[in-house]
């Protein structure tokens, strides 16, 4: 079996269930994900900084 026999084994066993499964979730809201995602980051990198004060 040859890589791209392989791949494209795999591409088309992936999208059999496409049409009933779209991959997004009615409840995921991509920018509230990623705004939730971005504060925490944010909040990290403020801990981080307040506690890598050098004395």
Sequence with gaps: MS??????NL???AS???EQHGGN???L???L???GALFILL????VTTRLNRDR
């Design 25 to 27: 979730h009615e409840s």
């Design 43 to 46: 909040l990290m990198l403020w």
């Design 29 to 31: 809201n991509p920018y």
């Design 16 to 18: 059999e269930g496409a």
């Design 3 to 8: 890589l791209s026999s392989t791949a494209h």
């Design 33 to 35: 994900t990623g705004g």
């Design 11 to 13: 591409v088309v066993l």
